[in-house]
């Protein structure tokens, strides 16, 4: 079975630091990769996707992801945080027709 | 496993129909959620219950309705159905309804496509 696995379930960081939010899955198979944030009191919103291409994948508002495939991983990045980052961020893999989620990391950005 | 439940995986039907959703949440979660997803993209939030009562309304068709039955599980009806339909519709669950640190827990989604 597919699983989707977000180690860190809360990360407190400070303004202008950097912060890595971790996302390891489970597929021994060719599988499409996003990162979706939802900030407070509003509905899920696609971050940024990997489907093909460049290992590294990245936003409009400064964040980044690198798709490894040899550690399963889809780490998501970003080198200077605002306040404004803090939401809770969701990794999927889609295998297929299929959406398997991670349980989320809230990330709080701390002034 | 997130320990949702979406039942069926697939559905295939044809325009003008109407089926019907299901998912059970997490044992003792009392908050489902649905989303609308097209391929690659965002998730669109479509309605909230918690405890059997509609807590929250997003962006739902007035051809879409929803509840959720005294044991927590949740069907999404989907009536008079249209092309732009097709779709990955997700349930989710939580203990509580979000506002605080509450995890979501996300099914595997139901794949629509409206021949």
């Known amino acids: 079975a597919q699983s989707v696995t977000q180690l860190d379930s809360q990360v407190p960081v400070f303004e202008e630091a950097p912060v890595e939010l971790r996302c390891n899955y489970s597929?021994?198979?060719?599988?499409?990769l996003f990162w979706y944030v939802q900030y407070p009191n509003q509905g899920l919103q696609l971050l940024l996707k990997?489907?093909?291409?460049?290992?590294l994948v990245e936003s409009i508002n400064g964040f980044e992801a690198e798709f490894n495939k040899s550690q399963t991983s889809f780490h998501l990045r970003k080198p200077s945080v605002h306040i404004s980052d803090t939401a809770e961020y969701f990794c999927?893999?889609?295998?297929?027709?299929?959406?398997?989620f991670g349980t989320g990391t809230s990330l709080t950005v701390i002034p | 496993d997130s320990g949702v439940t979406q039942t069926p995986k697939h559905l295939i039907t044809a325009t003008g129909q109407r089926v019907t959703l299901r998912c059970s949440p997490r044992?003792?979660?009392?908050?489902v959620y649905w989303y609308q997803q097209s391929l690659d993209q965002g998730l669109q939030f479509l309605i909230q219950?918690?405890?059997?009562?509609?807590?929250a309304k997003g962006n739902i068709l007035e051809r879409f309705s929803a509840q959720q039955f005294p044991d927590l599980h949740s069907e999404l009806n989907l009536s008079s159905l249209e092309l732009g339909d097709s779709a990955l519709y997700f349930c989710?669950?939580?203990?509580?309804?979000?506002?605080?640190?509450?995890?979501?827990?996300f099914g595997s989604g139901t794949q629509l496509s409206v021949l």
């Open positions: 219950y918690y405890n059997g009562e509609e807590r």
């Open positions: 597929s021994s198979v060719s599988v499409y």
């Open positions: 044992s003792g979660d009392l908050s």
């Open positions: 989710a669950s939580s203990v509580a309804p979000r506002g605080g640190n509450e995890k979501l827990f």
């Open positions: 999927a893999v889609r295998r297929g027709n299929q959406f398997y």
């Open positions: 990997y489907l093909s291409g460049s290992t």
